[in-house]
């Protein structure tokens, strides 16, 4: 028996990346899986399709996380198609750097709404239709503990999402139902790669990424969004049962 049989998992901003991964890994342990995107219908059906050719079952959504409508509207759709919602995952998150004296109110208004309205919201829509045993994911960072040059906006969306997990264990904990945050490290992704230079400290322009990796991870290389797909499968399975309210860094120890 697959550990997630009969189960119905929505998977925010799954077309690419990290979430990509985590809507694969729900399917193959037998969960029926929500493939959101906002942007990329061909890359969302190709999820789709990798799924049903491992003989899971998948559906793609488009709901932009920035609308709480269409938030609500993935889920009510995803519901109606599937019957049921056991699982939520909240993926989908936007990169931003920029200095103090740069960040503009459309900044700050544009990262939040996705990074912590769009979790937020779609928590909200989601809790309603999870029952006794349901299970939340919401996507934290390890931005949110260290330090970076002008990455004030995106590493402040990404501390509120722990916040929020930790904040709304309680009232969820009374419908047995637990909320955790995955924060992971640099992880191989489209956002990773566009961002590469970025990351990086303007004194130390000119290390090798490499060298930089092996003096900032204990295991001295990046992940592979597998690797936190794997952490989410595990937070949504009965496995983690008596966890909720925690952030789980999934950063190949971060220092
Ligand atoms: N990669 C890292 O190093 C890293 C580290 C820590 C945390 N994270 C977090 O992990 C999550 C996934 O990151 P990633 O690296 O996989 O990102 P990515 O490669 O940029 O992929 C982002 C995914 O989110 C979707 N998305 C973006 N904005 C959306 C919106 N407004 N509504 C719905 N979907 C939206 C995209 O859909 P479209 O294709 O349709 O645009 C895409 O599927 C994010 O929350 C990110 O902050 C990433």
């Keep these: 028996m697959k550990k ?23 399917a193959q342990e037998g969960a029926k899986v ?6 990329s219908p061909e890359k969302a059906e190709e999820v789709v399709n990798q799924i049903k050719q491992q003989d899971g079952e998948a559906t793609a959504i488009q709901a932009d ?17 599937y019957g049921q919602l056991d699982i939520l995952v909240s993926n989908a998150g936007i990169e931003h750097f920029g200095k103090l004296e740069e960040i503009t109110p459309q900044d700050f208004e ?10 937020l919201f779609v928590t909200q829509a989601a809790a309603p239709h999870l029952s006794s045993g349901g299970r939340i994911v919401l996507t934290s960072s390890v931005s949110a503990r260290f330090a970076a040059f002008y990455h004030t906006l ?26 955790n945050a995955i ?5 191989a992704t489209d956002m990773a790669q566009e961002n590469a230079e970025r990351y990086t400290h303007p004194a130390l ?8 990796l092996k003096s900032q991870i204990i295991l001295q290389r990046l992940a592979q969004p597998e690797e936190i797909a794997a952490a989410v499968a595990f937070l949504v399975s009965d496995d983690a049962s008596y966890i909720t309210g925690s952030t789980l860094a999934v950063d190949g120890g971060m220092f």
């Design 34 to 39: 929500v493939v959101n995107y906002s942007r």
């Design 154 to 179: 995106y590493a402040a969306s990404k501390a509120a999402v722990s916040a929020m997990v930790l904040n709304l264990a309680p009232e969820l904990g009374e419908r047995g139902i637990t909320i």
């Design 205 to 212: 322009q000119n290390v090798s990424p490499d060298a930089l």
């Design 110 to 119: 544009r990262v939040f709404s996705v990074n912590v309205a769009g979790q």
């Design 183 to 187: 924060a992971p490290g640099g992880t």
């Design 65 to 81: 996380m920035n609308q709480v409508d269409q938030i609500q509207q993935l889920v009510t759709s995803s519901v109606e198609k």
């Design 4 to 26: 997630l049989e009969g189960k119905v998992a929505i998977v925010t901003g799954s077309s690419r990346g990290i979430g990509k991964e985590i809507a694969m890994k729900l």
